[in-house]
Every structure is written in structure tokens, then in C-alpha cells.
């Protein structure tokens, strides 16, 4: 079965870290972009980050620069999304998505997310002191 799960979400405090994990079973990652999206209530689908195809570029929306790093494990067959000096405003369900070599660029931070074949059920990320 083609699947993607994400854990690693949880409840931190502002300034604080997490690593999402997004790990991929059924096919390979190694030929798939990947990207990181959020939800918050009320809101729609953001994008925060995404890694092309081996090698790999990496892109970032603005929020996110700075801050979160993405990276690929090929032996895990996972993306990760490390997460530092986490804010309130980065509160949300967090989902990955993958399609094959390229990522949606021009839509990180705004607009729609992009064209995706496969997407993770989420995981919720909660800042707050």
C-alpha cells in the first residue's frame, strides 16, 4: 500500500524544537519531492517547506526561513522537518505530501499548496506557554 504518516508532533513552548518525521512505505521517496503544509483552524493549506527529488534542492517560505530545516533519509525512506524557535502563529496540523521530482515553488507562504499524489493525515503542532 502506498502510504505517508507524519509523527512527532506535540506541545512545546515558544522557542522550543520539534522533529516532524514523514515516512513514506509503498514506494521511494528517493524519485519524490516532498512537501511540508500547515493548517491552522479556519484557515487554509500553507506551504512551509519542500525537498526536490535526489539530490535534492530545499525551499522555504518566508515564515519558515531561518527557522525549519527539511532533509531526506534514504535508508528510512523519511523526510523531516526540524522545527526550532518555534512561535504561537506556527500552531497547526502539519501534513506532507509527495509527487514526482519537482516541487510547487512559487506557492510557498501563499496561494494554493500545488498538485500533490499522496498526502499524510497530519500531525498537530501546539505552541503556547
Known amino acids: 500500500q502506498v502510504q505517508l504518516v507524519e509523527s512527532g508532533g506535540g506541545l512545546v513552548q515558544p522557542g522550543g524544537s520539534l522533529r516532524l518525521s514523514c515516512a513514506a512505505s509503498g514506494f521511494s521517496l528517493h524519485d519524490y519531492a516532498v512537501v511540508w503544509v500547515r493548517q491552522a483552524p479556519g484557515m487554509g493549506r500553507e506551504g512551509v517547506s519542500c525537498?526536490?527529488?535526489?539530490?535534492?534542492?530545499?525551499y522555504y517560505a518566508d515564515s519558515a526561513k531561518g527557522r525549519f530545516t527539511i532533509s531526506r533519509d534514504i535508508a528510512n525512506n523519511t523526510v523531516y522537518l526540524q522545527l526550532d524557535n518555534l512561535k504561537p502563529e506556527d500552531t497547526a496540523v502539519y501534513s506532507c505530501a509527495a509527487r514526482r521530482w519537482y516541487c510547487y515553488t512559487g506557492t510557498l507562504g501563499s496561494g494554493p499548496v500545488g498538485d500533490y499524489t499522496y498526502w499524510g493525515q497530519g500531525t498537530q503542532v501546539t505552541v503556547s506557554s
Open positions: 525537498i526536490s527529488s535526489v539530490p535534492g534542492n530545499t
